[in-house]
C-alpha cells in the first residue's frame, strides 16, 4: 500500500521536497538554496541545470531521511516559481542560456513597443494579464534575439521553451513528456485564458514558433511517469501547479470568494473566482486557478514582487539581521517606526501599480532613525503592499473581506502578521501547515491516483494554528496607510 505524497518544490530561491502522509501531514522535508545570477542592475538569472539537480538531489535526500523507497510513493506533484523561462535543444537536453528569471527587468524596452503598437489591450482580454516584462513572453523573445544561433535553430525546430514545471516533468522523463498545466500557461502572456490554447496573434507579434511550446493539460492529470533510473522506480507524476495556484489549492479554498495570501520571496494574494474570469479594473491580474478537470476555474491575483527578499535583503545586503526570523525581534523592541518607511521596489513594483522603472526608497529618516526602525519599517512595507492589493480586490468585487488564509515562509513572523490583521482590520488565519504551495501539489498529485478520493477529504486536513485579531485605533490605522502612500509615490518612475 502506498503511504506518501511526494511535492518538488523548485520556488525563487531554493529548491524543496516534502513527504505528505494521507492526513496531509509533512513525513520529510529536504531543501537546498541555489545560485541567485544578478549579471547587470536589475537583472535576474537561475542555471537550468542547478535548478534541475538541486530538485533532484533534495528529493532523494527526502526519500533517505524518511526511509523509503520510490515503491512507496503513489505519485508525485510538481509546484514551481512561475513566468521564469528556460528555452533548451531537444536533441541535447542542454539550456541556450541561463533561465531568465520572473523578477528579471531586462525586457521593459520590448514591453514598451507592445504598448506602442497597441496590442496592450488585446494582450490583456487574451491572458488576463497586464502587459509587463515579469512574464515569459518577452523573455523567450529576448532569448531567441541574443543567444547566438538560437533564431535559426528555433525555425529549424530545434528548441523547446517551458517554464520550471515543463522543465522538471521534461528531465524527470527523459524527454518523454513535454506539457505544462493551465496555470502556468496563464502566466506566460502567450495563453488565451477562455479558448485554453496559445494565442497566435501575440506568438506572431513576438516572432515566437509555435512549435516550440508544450501542451497544455489540466493541473491534475496523470503526466507520465518519472524514469525508473531517477529514483529507482517510475513515479506517476499527476500534479502541477504554479505555486501560488497551488498554495490557493493547499488552502483548500476550493469555492468562489475564498482568499488566501502567501508570504514568500514576493506576497500574492489569490482569490478563487469560481467559472468566471473577472476583469480587473484596479491592477490585479485573472489568472487560471488550479483545476482537476478540463473545465477551466479563474483567479485575482495580486502580485507583490518583493516581500521576504526585503528580510533577506536586511540580512545579506543591509547586514542588519543574521537571520530572517531575527527581524522579529528588532522589530517589536521599537514602539513604531518614528517615522520611517522602506519601500522595496527593488524589482519594479507589480500589482496595483505596474511601474517597471520605480525603484527602492527609504524614506523619512531622522537623526534619530535607527537600525530597529529601518528593520521594522522593512517588515511593515509587506503588510502595506498586501493591503494595496486587497484593497483593489475589494474594489474590483464591491464587497470587503471578512478574513485572510496565510502561510509562506515569512507567516512565521508573528509581529508582521499582527501589524498585518491590524492594517487590514482583517482576521488573519494561519493554519498548522504553512508549506501550502507543496501541500496544494501533493493534493492535486494525489487526486489524479485516488490517493485521496475528492476535495471533501482533502478539506478535512485544514487545521488552524492560530487568528490574529486586528487591534489597532482606527486614527493610528488611516495615518499608517496615508504615510505609506505617500512614501511609495516617491519610488515611482525613478529608473530612467
Ligand atoms: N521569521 C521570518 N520573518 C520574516 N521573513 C521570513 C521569516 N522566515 C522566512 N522569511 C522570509 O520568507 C522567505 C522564504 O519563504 P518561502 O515560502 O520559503 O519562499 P520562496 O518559496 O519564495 O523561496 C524568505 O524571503 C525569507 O526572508
Ligand atoms: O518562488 P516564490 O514562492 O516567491 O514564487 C514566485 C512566483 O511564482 C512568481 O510569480
Not at 176 to 205: C, H, P
Not at 392 to 403: F, T
Request: net charge negative; with cysteine; charged share 25%.
Amino acid at each position: 500500500m502506498k503511504q506518501y505524497v511526494m511535492a518538488l518544490d523548485q520556488g525563487t530561491t531554493s529548491s524543496r521536497c516534502i513527504i505528505f502522509d494521507k492526513q496531509g501531514k509533512m513525513k520529510s522535508i529536504a531543501q537546498k538554496e541555489f545560485t541567485q545570477i544578478y549579471p547587470k542592475p536589475g537583472w535576474v538569472e537561475h542555471d537550468p541545470m542547478e535548478i534541475w539537480s538541486s530538485q533532484v538531489s533534495v528529493a532523494t535526500e527526502a526519500m533517505a531521511k524518511l526511509g523509503i523507497r520510490a515503491e512507496e510513493i503513489a505519485s508525485i506533484g510538481i509546484t514551481n516559481q512561475r513566468e521564469t523561462t528556460i528555452v533548451w535543444n531537444k536533441h541535447t537536453g542542454q539550456p541556450i542560456s541561463n533561465a531568465i528569471v520572473w523578477q528579471c527587468r531586462r525586457t521593459s524596452g520590448y514591453i514598451e513597443e507592445l504598448k506602442k503598437n497597441g496590442v496592450e489591450t488585446y494582450i490583456k482580454e487574451c491572458t488576463g494579464l497586464v502587459v509587463d516584462a515579469y512574464f515569459s513572453a518577452t523573455k523567450v523573445k529576448w532569448m531567441l534575439e541574443h543567444v547566438p544561433g538560437a533564431r535559426e535553430e528555433a525555425s529549424k525546430g530545434n528548441l523547446l521553451f517551458g517554464t520550471v514545471d515543463t522543465w522538471l516533468i521534461w528531465n524527470l522523463t527523459k524527454g518523454k513528456t513535454f506539457v505544462t498545466d493551465y496555470t502556468n500557461a496563464s502566466r506566460t502572456m502567450l495563453f488565451d485564458i477562455k479558448k485554453l490554447q496559445w494565442d497566435k496573434k501575440i506568438l506572431g507579434e513576438l516572432d515566437i514558433p509555435e512549435n516550440m511550446l508544450p501542451e497544455v493539460k489540466p493541473s491534475s492529470c496523470i503526466y507520465g511517469n518519472t524514469d525508473r533510473s531517477i529514483f529507482g522506480e517510475e513515479i506517476p507524476i499527476s500534479g502541477a501547479a504554479g505555486d501560488q495556484q497551488a498554495a490557493l489549492f493547499g488552502q483548500c479554498c476550493f469555492t468562489k470568494g475564498e482568499v488566501k495570501n502567501t508570504y514568500g520571496t514576493g506576497c500574492f494574494l489569490l482569490m478563487n473566482t469560481g467559472d468566471e474570469a473577472i476583469e480587473s479594473k484596479h491592477g490585479l491580474l485573472t489568472t487560471m486557478a488550479a483545476c482537476t478537470t478540463n473545465k477551466p476555474e479563474y483567479a485575482l491575483e495580486g502580485s507583490v514582487f518583493v516581500a521576504g527578499a526585503a528580510v533577506q535583503w536586511l540580512r545579506d545586503e543591509l547586514r542588519l539581521i543574521r537571520t530572517a526570523a531575527e527581524s522579529e525581534k528588532y522589530a517589536t523592541q521599537v514602539e513604531d517606526t518614528n517615522g520611517v518607511y522602506v519601500v522595496p521596489a527593488f524589482a519594479g513594483l507589480g500589482a496595483p501599480y505596474w511601474d517597471q522603472y520605480a525603484r527602492g526608497a527609504i524614506v523619512g529618516i531622522t537623526r534619530g532613525s535607527n537600525r530597529e526602525h529601518i528593520i521594522r519599517a522593512t517588515l511593515e512595507s509587506i503588510a502595506y503592499q498586501t493591503y494595496d492589493v486587497l484593497k483593489s480586490m475589494e474594489n474590483d468585487l464591491g464587497m470587503s473581506l471578512k478574513s485572510l488564509k496565510v502561510d509562506g515562509g515569512a507567516c512565521a513572523n508573528r509581529f508582521l502578521m499582527q501589524f498585518q490583521a491590524d492594517i487590514l482590520e482583517t482576521k488573519v488565519h494561519r493554519p498548522e501547515c504553512i508549506e501550502t504551495t507543496a501541500l496544494g501539489a501533493a493534493y492535486l498529485a494525489g487526486l489524479a491516483v485516488g490517493f485521496w478520493k475528492d476535495k471533501e477529504e482533502i478539506k478535512k486536513n485544514w487545521s488552524l494554528s492560530e487568528t490574529f485579531e486586528p487591534n489597532m485605533n482606527g486614527e493610528k490605522r488611516s495615518s499608517l496607510i496615508k504615510g505609506w502612500q505617500k512614501a511609495i509615490k516617491r519610488s515611482f518612475d525613478w529608473e530612467e
